[in-house]
């Protein structure tokens, strides 16, 4: 039988992509599934009209989720980090051992949330983790046209930050305070888990604290 021809780097991160979405769907649809079956077993002395307008709500509906429920695979963890404001930079690879930050010690002054087309200082967008926000940074090499409009067009309105990021160990990365994971492109469905879970979440140092009123980087657009 012939060999099949070994796959490109390009070709394995289509197929880890694709696998992610094909198990996202399948848990989304079970959680689906789950929902109408409880409704129905609890409604069953409920009028047949009204059961089924409420079967048909359920499946429309996007209930709550609880973020420490989400899960998200390849979730790489940082505990016990420093949240110290310093004057001076921070070598977060040698220090903390981890690429891009995600956390420890920080300037005083934090970035101002948005897209960015140019990349920004570290220690004043780490300061922007500590009030709970998600940088999202992806490689400026890989991650080019549409892939990067898919990108922009995924972020929210505050509370995050996208920016270039040279050096990165996957196409794309996304951080929250103490927390990361590395990404297989604009369209990984990881992506939108990490946000889900990390987005404002009350295990940053200062949840809540804000996203503006403080220093732009360069290249912001929005």
Not at 51 to 58: C, E, F, H, M, R
Not at 71 to 96: I, M, R, S
Not at 137 to 158: C, E, F, H, I, R
């Amino acid at each position: 039988m012939p060999v099949p021809p070994e796959q490109t780097t390009k070709q394995q991160r289509e197929a880890r992509r694709a696998e992610k979405v094909a198990l996202l769907k399948k848990k989304q649809a079970r959680d689906k599934r789950n929902l109408i079956l409880g409704l129905v077993g609890g409604g069953a002395v409920v009028l047949a009209v009204i059961g089924l307008v409420i079967a048909v709500i359920a499946v429309n509906a996007v209930p709550k989720v609880d973020p420490q429920s989400i899960e998200v695979e390849g979730l790489q963890t940082f505990d016990n980090l420093p949240a110290n404001h310093v004057d001076t930079a921070v070598d977060y690879a040698a220090e903390y051992d981890m690429t891009p930050p995600a956390g420890g010690n920080h300037a005083p002054v934090w970035l101002n949330c948005g897209i960015y087309t140019e990349a920004v200082p570290n220690e004043n967008a780490v300061h922007d983790l500590e009030h709970g926000a998600v940088w999202v940074t992806y490689d400026p090499a890989v991650v080019t046209g549409d892939a990067l409009t898919s990108l922009q067009d995924k972020m929210k309105s505050t509370y995050m930050v996208l920016s270039p990021f040279e050096g990165l160990p996957s196409p794309v990365v996304a951080s929250a305070w103490g927390n990361q994971v590395q990404l297989d492109g604009a369209d990984d469905p990881e992506l939108t888990q990490f946000v889900n879970k990390f987005w404002k979440a009350s295990t940053a140092p200062e949840p809540g604290a804000p996203c503006t009123g403080g220093i732009d980087g360069p290249g912001k657009i929005s």
